[in-house]
């Protein structure tokens, strides 16, 4: 009896210590990160939450959503910036994720950080801009970095300068060089972060789930919408 005593106790301290080697090892963090779909100004919308989405926007969030629902592996985590047309596409795409919780992270919400093209971000204020760029490396450290115990797989509905930006975080290049990329509305970029903490991105601005006809938000897109032709 006092033998298989000493064996079950000796069986259940290993395990708890292959348990807790487990939960420290390190592994791969891949990362989606979804720009939010098509809006339009609106001068009556919230000047911190910003405007809400069109029909288009609803429209091309669906199709996003449909895609991230077939791939292989599903995701761990949902997190959204705290802006309208973001929460709004996070939304569309959680009801294909089988009602995936979404998580609020302010870090993620819309800024302006340094870019070279100083012309674009001449009426703006130093300050600002350096809170931008504070904001999004404080966003960079805490959620690009390797999961612990077991690969994670997160998705990230936000905005275009502040996936730009982590984007050159990722390449370990100058961050002012953000804005010589282009994503367009509902966009899948990728990013995996392996267990030694090294970077790699997969794909970026992929709209390959959006038709032509339907494309918005990058460089070269035509503004579009649903109406009815006159």
Known sequence: MRVHLLMLAVTLQLSGASAAADQGTAATRTIVLVRHGHYAPDPAA????????????IAQAHLVGAR????????????????TRAQQTAKVIVGDLDDAAIETVADLAECTPPTRRKDITATMKP??????????????????KPASGAPVQE??????????????KALAVDTEAWLEMSVGHVSMTTIRIEADGSAKVI?????????PNLRTGASGDPERTLALPD
Do not use: W
Not at 203 to 211: E, K, M, N, T
């Open 46 to 57: 919230d000047a911190k939450l910003g405007p809400a989405l069109t029909d288009l926007g």
């Open 155 to 168: 998705l990230l509905v936000c905005h275009g300068n502040v996936i730009r930006y982590l984007v050159t």
């Open 127 to 144: 300050e600002e801009l350096s809170e931008c760029a504070s904001q999004l490396d404080r966003l960079f450290a805490a959620h690009f």
């Open 203 to 211: 794909a970026i601005g992929d709209v390959g789930h959006v038709p």
């Open 68 to 83: 991230l629902a077939g791939l292989p592996q599903k995701f761990d985590t949902v997190y959204a910036s705290p802006m």
